[in-house]
């Protein structure tokens, strides 16, 4: 058990970039810093609690804020670097604990090369997920030499035949990115991008796929 809940610290109700950020390409390891909210009826009777109850509480957090416009979508805890002293809120009852550690993050850049899946098709379009972005879309103006061909399964096909359709995973480049944050009962934070296959080596690559990112 550790961490009792007397001494100071300065506490935060937003996410801070504490340290570094390493980017490569879209996947970024960021240091950060978060308090985290314990009850106090969570507490030992000396005012203590477990780093697993903290770092359960942490995860929790992450999920429910999922991402953030200056670093991206949250994907992993790394590595945990320190737990504060535990500072009592009066109003609350709440017992708040700074906690450093490492992050993995995604954040799409304009002009990279990323690859989705297709979920979508439409006469004036498609679009793919890719990983944690549920919506890229990709025009059929930014689709050169394909043509649409409607039915029950629709599909866009260009002069070499390759094909387009629900389930493919396509290579596109990122035209660009918007950050959408809409208030409400369900606070909804995402990431929208526009794709593009104008390029060398761009468009479907495979019949089927996921929309997993290869962590």
């Given amino acids: 058990m550790?961490?009792?809940?007397?001494?100071?610290?300065?506490?935060?109700?937003?996410?801070?970039?504490?340290?570094?950020?390493?980017?490569?390409?879209m996947f970024s390891e960021v240091e950060l810093l978060r308090d985290v909210a314990v009850l106090a009826e969570n507490l030992d009777r000396n005012g203590l609690v477990s780093q697993r109850f903290i770092m359960t509480r942490l995860l929790e957090d992450l999920l429910k804020e999922k991402a953030n416009k200056d670093l991206g979508y949250f994907l992993a805890v790394t590595s945990l670097k320190s737990i504060g002293n535990g500072k009592l809120q009066d109003e609350s009852g709440n017992v708040f604990f700074p906690v450093a550690f490492k992050c993995r993050t995604f954040m799409p850049f304009r002009g990279e090369v990323l690859e989705g899946v297709v979920h979508h098709i439409y006469r004036f379009g498609v679009f793919l997920q890719c990983g944690p972005v549920k919506y890229?879309?990709?025009?059929?103006?930014?689709?050169?030499?394909?043509?649409?061909?409607?039915?029950?399964?629709?599909?866009?096909?260009?002069?070499?035949?390759?094909?387009?359709?629900?389930?493919?995973?396509?290579?596109?480049?990122?035209?660009?990115?918007?950050?959408?944050?809409?208030?409400?009962?369900?606070?909804?934070?995402?990431?929208?991008?526009?794709?593009?296959?104008e390029g060398e080596s761009l468009g479907p690559i495979s019949l089927s796929g996921t929309d997993e990112i290869d962590l």
């Fill in 2 to 25: 550790i961490w009792d809940n007397s001494g100071g610290s300065i506490f935060s109700d937003l996410f801070i970039l504490v340290m570094f950020m390493w980017i490569t390409g």
């Fill in 136 to 197: 890229a879309f990709l025009s059929f103006r930014k689709m050169p030499n394909y043509s649409y061909i409607p039915g029950e399964n629709p599909t866009f096909v260009n002069d070499q035949l390759a094909k387009i359709e629900n389930g493919v995973v396509v290579r596109f480049m990122v035209l660009g990115v918007r950050w959408i944050e809409k208030r409400g009962e369900i606070m909804k934070r995402d990431f929208v991008m526009l794709a593009s296959l």
